[in-house]
T-cell receptor, first 112, second 115 residues
Framework: GESVGLHLPTLSVQEGDNSIINCAYS??????FIWYKQESGKGPQFIID???NMDKRQGQRVTVLLNKTVKHLSLQIAATQPGDSAVYFC???????????WGLGTSLAVNP | SAVISQKPSRDICQRGTSLTIQCQVD?????MFWYRQQPGQSLTLIAT?????????ESGFVIDKFPISRPNLTFSTLTVSNMSPEDSSIYLC????????????FGPGTRLTVL
């Protein structure tokens, strides 16, 4: 059978509420950050990205906030829907290094 | 964006055998990556595969165990050799165009179970 993995942090929200998923990154030299959504049985899907010269970026129903002082990244999802249920990963990258450093992930559960 | 397919989507293999996973992209890309993801965990980079050069492996991964081919700009393979149950995982390929501040796009993954 499958091995037992670590339990991901879980955020439960009511449908229609706003969700905030947080991520602490490690490298002060990181200058590019990405949020990915991974649904069960699928590969990660790009949601939104932000460069270090910005502190906020908005997409469709999503907003990413970057606080470089405390090395903190957040993803806000407005009017959360059942289709938003997934695991969300933040990732960071520094300069010309193409390697992404991945966060541990947060499982978002949307209650109808 | 890029459309990425992987074959097989899943497989169940016997200990000691090898499996080759294929990754096909619908457009030419400079950089391709192979990841492993254990159930309920984050992604771990195995290696970076660039066309025309040897793959670059991350700490803890070696070419003898995970040989990679990159024959052209749209295709790559990852072989999991001499498998053991600890190799049971999801294997993902991703691609990126070599442009500053550019996201990686992921394939659907290959779910491998080793008995």
């Amino acid at each position: 059978g499958e091995s037992v993995g670590l339990h991901l942090p879980t955020l439960s929200v009511q449908e229609g509420d706003n969700s905030i998923i947080n991520c602490a990154y490690s490298n002060s030299a990181s200058d590019y950050f990405i949020w990915y959504k991974q649904e069960s049985g699928k590969g990660p899907q790009f949601i939104i990205d932000i460069r270090s010269n910005m502190d906020k970026r908005q997409g469709q129903r999503v907003t990413v906030l970057l606080n470089k002082t405390v090395k903190h990244l957040s993803l806000q999802i407005a009017a959360t829907q059942p289709g938003d249920s997934a695991v969300y990963f933040c990732a960071e990258r520094a300069g010309n290094n193409r390697k992404l450093i991945w966060g541990l992930g947060t499982s978002l559960a949307v209650n109808p | 964006s890029a459309v990425i397919s992987q074959k097989p989507s899943r497989d169940i293999c016997q200990r000691g055998t090898s499996l080759t996973i294929q990754c096909q992209v619908d457009s030419q890309v400079t950089m391709m990556f192979w990841y492993r993801q254990q159930p309920g965990q984050s992604l771990t980079l195995i290696a970076t595969a660039n066309q025309g050069s040897e793959a670059t492996y991350e700490s803890g991964f070696v070419i003898d165990k995970f040989p990679i081919s990159r024959p052209n700009l749209t295709f790559s393979t990852l072989t999991v050799s001499n498998m053991s149950p600890e190799d049971s995982s999801i294997y993902l390929c991703s691609v990126e165009r070599e442009v500053s501040y550019n996201e990686q796009f992921f394939g659907p993954g290959t779910r491998l179970t080793v008995l």
